[in-house]
Each structure stands twice: as structure tokens, then as C-alpha cells.
């Protein structure tokens, strides 16, 4: 099946408690928090704070994609937030078959993600590990930005390698979706065996 996750980032902050309403009546049961640090991207947005004063208010998943520098300082906190997902760019730790790990011990659902200039070679080995592949289809740490075409190929080569592998992991797509981008990606998975699962993120 086909998830929808709306994204946090394009939120009114002022209009929240009225838009998860929204959402959750739309059908989503998925909220994507982008936790951005100021380092490995220029945008500073919803830290743990945000995350724990959020949980009381939803029961949605929510599907934290930290985007900063030396993420094991921060996720501990997020876990204790309330976070359900912890998606972190393995580029930006020494040690990311650790913190795989660690995300598990602490009984929540880990994530890789991969930068537009990212190949998914250079992490395969973390791919039976994890719970949630996620392929920016955009540059990190902005929204409102124009879908990629070219990672459609990235798309496919996760889709192939979990279908081949019999790998666990869902498959995410995050940046520029909306009803043309989500077809093409949708289309990739609909290709390949039953049990295939591809997350798209809207309202971004």
C-alpha cells in the first residue's frame, strides 16, 4: 500500500491543532518531522521540545528525518519525545551501523536517508538493518523545492534491492511530491513483486 505522510515543515504553526485534525480526517496516519540542526543543513527547525509538546496532541506516527550533524546526540532525546521514527543521514555519524543499533534497543523504527548526492552503494550494507529507506528527492533543508527527476533511478535501485534481498525495510520519498511525482514513484513499486511498499510525503 501506498502511505501518505504530511510533512510538518509546511504547517501553519498557529492553525496545527486544526490541521491534524485535517489530515487525520483526510486519512493520514503518518506526520513527517523534518529536525533540522543548523549544521548539516542552514535551517534550524523542531527539536525534541517541539516533538514532545506535539506528542500529547496526536496519536499520528510520528516519522522524525533528522537532518544534522552527529545525530546520536540528539536522537536519545527525540526518542524520549515520543518520536516512532528515527531517519538519519549515515554520512553525518562515525558510527552508523551503531546507532541502527541503539534505535532498536530503545524499541523504535530506524531509517536511513540519502542525499541527492548520496549512492546507495555507499551504504548498502545498512540496508538489511533498516526499517525505513529514505531518498531525497530534493536538496535537504528546504521546502517548496522542485522534484529530481534523475532519483527516480534511486527509487528503483531500493525497490530492486529490497525485492531481490527479501529486505524489510519500507521505501520513503521526500521533496517536490505531489499527484504527477508520487504517480512516477508509485508506478516503480507497482512493478515489482506483491509485499512492496512505498511512503510518499505531501504538502510539500
Known sequence: MTIIAP???SSDTFQLEKQLQEIKSAGANYLHVDVMDGHYVSNINFGPKYVKDLRPHTDLTLDCHVMAEQP???????????ADIITFHPETT???YRLIEHIHEQGKKAGIAFDPSVAIAAYRDLLPLADQVLIMTVTPGFGGQKFIPDMLEKV???????AQNYYGYDI????GIND?????CKKIWCKRPSRRFIRLRWLN
Not at 72 to 82: C, K, Q, V, W, Y
Not at 156 to 162: A, D, F, M, N, P
Request: proline content about 0%; cysteine-free; aromatic content about 0%.
Open 72 to 82: 546520536e546526540a540528539i536522537i536519545d532525546s527525540l526518542m524520549e519525545a515520543g
Open 94 to 96: 562515525r558510527h552508523a
Open 172 to 175: 520513503e520519498v521526500d521533496g
Open 180 to 184: 504527477k511525482t508520487g504517480s512516477q
Open 156 to 162: 528503483q535501485e531500493v525497490t530492486e534491492l529490497k
Open 7 to 9: 510533512s510538518l515543515l
